[in-house]
Structure formats: C-alpha cells, structure tokens
C-alpha cells in the first residue's frame, strides 16, 4: 500500500518557523516530482512548492518565494519544506504528493499528481 505520510505541522506565532516532512512507503518516488500544496478552510487546495526527482529544480508559489524551500532525501524517500517568516495567511492543512509525469507548465496542477498524503495542519497565530 502506498502512502505517503506528512508531519511536522503545528502552532507557532508569526515570524516563526516550521518544517514539514513528508515519508514515503510502498514503492519509491525517486523518480517523481514531489510537491506541497495547502488549503484553509472555504479555499480551493493551491500548490506551494514542487521539487525534480534529482532535486536540482524548484518551484514556488510567489506567496513563499524566499520564505519556503523544499528539499528531498531519495535514499529516505522523504522530501521537506522548511518554513520560515511565517505569516498568519500561511494557516492551512499541508498535503504532500508526488508526481509521475509533469512538466514545467503543469507541475502547479492539483490534477497531475497521482498520490497525496492525508495533510498537516499548520496554524500561524498574529
């Protein structure tokens, strides 16, 4: 059974910081894109940041650009997303998910990704 299993989430005052891990198990994910995205409470699940399966491509929404970075570990098939300066409109749930086939113009797309964890909630307090 494949999962995919986020943790790391929390409480924390604005200007803090946090990081998410999300582990993979099942089968490996070396090969996919791997990405975060969020989604509050009344809102549409958005993407945040993807990473290429060799890690030396990124991608951001311009909400987290230069505040989030993500990052992957392929040999504990687990990627990251450390947050920092964190803002009260960055209170979310987080999901994970990874990617088998996407491209620089779809890698933003909920509807590409094939598998997605069951989230972390994320509460950034003014």
């Avoid at 604005?14 to 791997?34: D, E, H, I, M, N």
């Avoid at 060799?54 to 929404?61: L, P």
Wanted: aromatic residues 12%; charged residues 15%; proline residues 2%.
């Amino acid at each position: 059974q494949v999962q995919l299993v986020e943790s790391g989430g929390g409480l924390v005052q604005t200007g803090g910081s946090l990081r998410l891990s999300c582990a993979a198990s099942g089968r490996t994910f070396s090969s996919y894109v791997k990405g975060w995205f969020r989604q509050a409470p009344g809102k549409e699940r958005e993407f945040v940041a993807a990473i290429s399966w060799s890690g030396g491509f990124t991608y951001y929404a311009d909400s987290v650009k230069g505040r989030f970075t993500i990052s992957r570990d392929n040999a504990k098939n687990t990627v990251f997303l450390q947050m920092n300066s964190l803002k009260p409109r960055d209170t979310a749930v987080y999901f994970c998910a990874a990617a088998a086939g996407v491209s620089v113009s779809t890698v933003k797309q909920v509807d590409v990704y094939n598998y997605w964890g069951q989230g972390t909630q994320v509460t950034v307090s003014s």
